[in-house]
């Protein structure tokens, strides 16, 4: 975006005023960050696709997912929580990781009776247990199951583009189908392996009227 002079000093002089008042600044960027909505999913171990699927089995990839080296598999299984009520047809994405894990909505913690707390990604301990089921196996995680936290994935470069550095909290604004709206708490990753993308489950994302391609803006409040 460019400004003329006189939008840059009407500008400078408001930052200057908020700041002799003690007040905060918001900075702002045109919406511009693309969404990627994320249904529920499971990312497995070696050890736990072994015991769901077979020994030595190998993940099927299906298609490429927006960050690099992350794909969707064919492979799908079954979740279960105390209600004994299945969700099945969950998805597998790949690469194996080090910890099995299962990310589902605050819907669907409704249909499993279990109760995931907000996370990031790979931040398991104390998480809520769940069972899956693979045709060839049972896998019980004593921890494991999360609502993953609203996200931003960048680039070095484009940390620097919006003035934000990995592990901050932004707000983000929608403008979705009738449905405006501002997103509190969400976690900027910045990684040379990530590609510029929010992430929201589909409940964050039905509420914001909001799908896969959306674009939405960035409100950085000044420290």
Same mark, same amino acid.
């Not at 960050?33 to 696709?49: A, C, D, F, K, Y």
């Not at 901050?168 to 990753?189: H, P």
């Given at each position: 975006?460019?400004?003329?002079?006189?939008?840059?000093?009407?500008? *400078?002089?408001?930052?200057?005023?908020?700041?002799?008042?003690?007040?905060?600044?918001?900075?702002?960027?045109?919406?511009?960050?693309?969404?990627?909505?994320?249904?529920?999913?499971?990312?497995?171990?070696?050890?736990?696709?072994?015991?769901?699927?077979?020994?030595?089995?190998?993940?099927?990839?299906?298609?490429?997912?927006?960050?690099?080296?992350?794909?969707?598999?064919?492979?799908?299984?079954?979740?279960?929580?105390?209600?004994?009520?299945?969700?099945?047809?969950?998805?597998?994405?790949?690469?194996?990781?080090?910890?099995?894990?299962?990310?589902?909505?605050?819907?669907?913690?409704?249909?499993?009776?279990?109760?995931?707390?907000?996370?990031?990604?790979?931040?398991?301990?104390?998480?809520?247990?769940?069972?899956?089921?693979?045709?060839?196996?049972? *896998?019980?995680?004593?921890?494991?199951?999360?609502?993953?936290?609203?996200?931003?994935?960048?680039?070095?470069?484009?940390?620097?583009?919006?003035?934000?550095?990995?592990?901050?909290?932004?707000?983000?604004?929608?403008?979705?189908?009738?449905?405006?709206?501002?997103?509190?708490? *969400?976690?900027?990753?910045?990684?040379?392996?990530?590609?510029?993308?929010?992430?929201?489950?589909?409940?964050?994302?039905?509420?914001?009227?909001?799908?896969?391609?959306?674009? *939405?803006?960035?409100?950085?409040?000044?420290?």
């Amino acid at each position: 975006m460019e400004y003329d002079a006189k939008t840059l000093s009407d500008i *400078v002089s408001r930052v200057i005023a908020a700041c002799q008042n003690g007040q905060s600044v918001s900075a702002s960027v045109d919406g511009d960050i693309p969404v990627g909505v994320s249904n529920r999913h499971i990312h497995l171990t070696r050890e736990h696709l072994d015991i769901l699927f077979g020994a030595g089995y190998e993940l099927t990839p299906m298609k490429d997912l927006s960050q690099p080296g992350q794909y969707a598999c064919k492979e799908q299984l079954t979740i279960i929580g105390p209600s004994l009520r299945a969700i099945e047809g969950v998805r597998v994405l790949g690469p194996l990781r080090k910890a099995s894990q299962v990310e589902i909505s605050r819907t669907d913690s409704f249909t499993l009776k279990v109760k995931p707390p907000v996370r990031e990604s790979g931040d398991l301990a104390g998480s809520a247990p769940i069972t899956i089921i693979g045709p060839k196996g049972i *896998v019980t995680l004593k921890e494991g199951c999360i609502l993953a936290n609203r996200h931003i994935h960048m680039s070095p470069e484009d940390g620097a583009k919006y003035g934000v550095s990995d592990g901050d909290y932004v707000s983000v604004q929608t403008s979705g189908d009738g449905k405006r709206t501002t997103l509190y708490d *969400v976690q900027i990753r910045v990684s040379d392996k990530f590609r510029l993308e929010m992430h929201l489950d589909t409940d964050d994302a039905n509420a914001c009227g909001i799908g896969n391609g959306a674009k *939405v803006k960035l409100v950085k409040e000044a420290q």
